[in-house]
Nanobody
């Protein structure tokens, strides 16, 4: 299906910025959308932002106006630009690819593949 490798996490002060990257490989043409999720300690994983193959974006209310998702199709990479970071943005951030394809038996295979996650810590 699709393999994803995230990078760009780290430690930043409140009000700072980080850019996360997610490099995809494998069945690139089968991807419908790229997503960023995050999971803070003791909390459920939440969807942060999505971008479709056509470029349509959606954001969680908590990050609207501060985060921007984008993709570079030539590099098979999705990005999450995070500005004005807050303490509550601290979490492990996961990239995901959602898509589908027909296998050798002409059966439809739908998937959501995940990256390994990258830690973002906002602290003074």
């Amino acid at each position: 299906q699709v393999q994803l490798v995230e990078s760009g996490g780290g430690l930043v002060q409140p009000g700072g910025s980080l850019r996360l990257s997610c490099a995809a490989s494998g069945r690139i043409d089968s991807i419908n959308s790229m997503e960023w999720h995050r999971q803070a300690p003791w909390k459920q994983r939440e969807l942060v932002a999505t971008i479709t193959v056509g470029g349509t974006t959606n954001y969680a209310d908590s990050v609207k106006g501060r985060f921007t998702i984008s993709r570079d199709n030539a590099k098979n990479t999705a990005y999450l630009q995070m500005n004005n970071l807050k303490l509550e943005d601290t979490a492990v951030y996961y990239c995901a690819a959602q898509g589908g394809y027909y296998n050798d038996e002409d059966a439809r295979v739908e998937y959501r593949n995940w990256g390994q996650g990258t830690q973002v810590t906002v602290s003074s």
